[in-house]
């Protein structure tokens, strides 16, 4: 039997980033990859609107921008939501400095200015990985009109939902990158003050952890899904924890 996987993607709102990843995954998890649009703008109140849920027992993904997207899924107790993943993400803007009503400052052209590829490699991708890897990266996020992208960085900027982590009653799993540029580390710390039970794992990545770590983020998670989900699964497998990272419970 199968657990389907439903995974909200980052900012690039794309599944081609997520491939290797869900290639990864063992074949008892089916990943569903959600995409959003990147011709019009819509919120995360729209995307909740028109998400259809598995009407079996599920587990649930978020990436990065769809971190918030996740807690408050989570948070309204689906019937058959069994766990929860949070990937290199938040409950709150991971940058709180910046004034919530300056949010209004990120703008469709500064997507298109030629400097942007290279601040996206040395920001974003911290220079991790093949130039082929780095370039397929840029692309897909650029995919999205600007305008799209920059109403939703203006959204990550605005957004709080830490006040619905309590309510979430599944195991929860947090993945995070150690160098991650775009999402600080005290971002887990935010949501354990709430969340106290979140189990997490942290890997040597840049931000796209699922991108540039596809293998072991796969591997991690399906342990954490399979001990979640699975009854008597920790006595009756050995987990899959390996000294190439570390896990915090």
């Not at 400097?115 to 370039?135: K, M, T, V, W, Y």
């Not at 993945?175 to 999402?183: C, E, F, G, H, N």
């Amino acid at each position: 039997m199968t657990l389907p996987l439903v995974i909200l993607p980052g900012l690039h709102g794309g599944s081609k980033l997520l491939d290797r990843f869900s290639d990864r995954l063992p074949d008892w998890i089916a990943p569903r990859v959600v995409t959003y649009p990147t011709d019009r703008i819509i919120t995360y109140d729209d995307i909740l609107a028109g998400l259809e849920l598995p009407d079996a027992p599920f587990a649930l993904l978020a990436e990065s921008y769809s971190g918030p997207l996740g807690v408050r899924i989570a948070a309204s107790r689906p019937t058959n939501l069994r766990a929860l993943v949070l990937t290199a993400t938040f409950a709150r803007s991971p940058h709180p400095w910046f004034p919530r009503w300056a949010a209004g400052a990120a703008r469709a052209w500064m997507f298109r200015l030629p400097i942007q590829q290279h601040a996206c490699r040395r920001l974003l991708l911290n220079d991790d990985g093949s130039c082929e890897q780095l370039d397929e990266g840029w692309r897909e996020l650029v995919r999205a009109d600007p305008d799209v992208l920059a109403a939703r960085i203006r959204e990550v900027l605005r957004v709080d939902v830490r006040r619905l982590l309590p309510e979430i009653q599944v195991p929860t799993f947090y993945l995070q990158a150690s160098r991650d540029r775009v999402v600080p580390g005290w971002a887990l710390r935010d949501i354990r003050q709430r969340l106290p039970q979140i189990e997490s794992v942290t890997l040597d990545s840049p931000h796209p952890i699922l991108q540039r770590r596809a293998a072991k983020s796969a591997a991690a998670i399906a342990d954490f899904l399979q001990r979640a989900t699975i009854p008597h699964s920790s006595a009756a497998t050995p987990s899959i924890r390996t000294p190439e990272y570390s896990a915090h419970e």
